[in-house]
């Protein structure tokens, strides 16, 4: 899961990522907007329980790993893998 604000520049960096993450390993991640959304802000601290209280927030429920601010491609698949 990602959690972005709409106006965040790091969170549209992170995006690109993402998009070719589905593109390359067939991966998609469920996106929610939290600077608009209160629900979708509501789950967000139910996932980041004070690990992250910024955007983008990428939550990996499988394994429970997380990602927070600005991370590059490679650490973003192998985040999207559950490889360390």
Known sequence: MEFYG?????CKEIEKHLQ???EEEGIEVTRFEVWHNAINQS??????KSRCMGVP???N?????????LNDYD??????????
Do not use: D
Not at 6 to 10: F, K, L, N, Q, V
Not at 43 to 48: E, G, Q, S
Not at 61 to 69: A, M, Q, V
């Open 43 to 48: 789950i967000m601290m139910k996932y980041a």
């Open 75 to 84: 650490a973003i698949k192998k985040w999207a893998k559950g490889e360390k």
């Open 20 to 22: 070719r993450l589905q």
């Open 61 to 69: 429920k499988k394994n429970e790993s997380f990602l927070c601010g």
């Open 57 to 59: 927030f990428l939550f």
């Open 6 to 10: 709409a106006e965040c520049p790091t």
